[in-house]
């Protein structure tokens, strides 16, 4: 029998979701600093940036990786890679060069619980039942899913959504049944959720995170005439239609590295 402390709260740490086997634990501020990050540490805590942490409770079940994402297993838990032979193989590497996510996942499967690594980053715990079982995400933002869910690549189906969109030639599609785990550049808060029902969604720049399978992206201009574009400062914009729904950050993906609040600092005489 294992048992540790970090799936208990804390003064430190505190469960703030719970979906499917995946449970999210958020450090209220780190403590992990010294005299001269210290300062940096307590005003990133008031604006919202902590450190978090997602646990899966796994029994007898299986649950997928992002590759280097795994910190420790605890139990009766074995890892294995996600392929399925040879051919699996070519289509996940050939997937990997196009949408940035690494060609092979590690799979943990038994009784336990494994704990991933901690991230500055927001984490979303999505049901793909609220999908309709198929969704599109941004590059990078894939961190774990339970078995029952399939990665795969989206390709654009337009030449102009493809050259011109700004969301990348391929994207990754989640779909199946479960829970998947997203690393999120904004909190779930300030994303803006926009859902169609046989409509239209404009979007200026590349702001959307995450949409439905089901809708057709393209990309057009923003008035029916270039020169009408052109004198209304709009130009292109990315165009959703059909049924499905839409995740939206309010500011443009753009991402900035966490690690720049604790820099290392050389003293005279010290380290």
Sequence with gaps: ?????????SPLRRKVEERGCFSVYEYEHDVS????????????????????????????SSVILQRGAMQMMMGAVESETDLKGAGDFVKKFVGSTVTGETAIKPKFT????????????????????????????????????????ELSVAARTTVSSAVFGGEGL?????????????????????????????????????MA??????????????????????????????????TGKVLIAPVD???????MLFPKVNVKGKG
């Design 209 to 242: 995170i995450a949409w439905s399978d089901s809708l057709k992206f393209t990309v057009e201009r923003s008035t029916k005439t270039l020169v009408g574009s052109a004198v209304s400062g709009e130009g292109l914009v990315n165009v959703y239609r059909g």
């Design 110 to 149: 038994g009784t336990g619980a494994v704990v991933l690594e901690p991230t500055y980053r927001f984490v979303l715990l999505e049901d793909l039942a609220d999908w309709d079982g198929k969704m599109i995400i941004e590059d990078g933002m894939f961190l774990a899913c339970e078995n029952t869910v």
């Design 170 to 206: 391929f994207n990754t599609r989640l779909s199946g049944k479960g829970i998947v785990a997203l690393e999120s550049k904004v909190p779930r808060e300030e994303i803006i959720t926009v859902e169609l029902k046989d409509d239209v969604l404009k979007v200026d720049g590349s």
């Design 1 to 9: 029998m294992v048992r540790s402390d970090i799936l208990n709260d």
């Design 33 to 60: 600093v010294n005299e001269y990050s210290a300062m940096m540490a307590y005003f990133a805590s008031q604006m919202n940036v902590r450190k978090r942490q997602i646990i899966a409770n796994l029994d007898n």
């Design 253 to 259: 993906n753009m991402m900035w590295d966490p690690s």
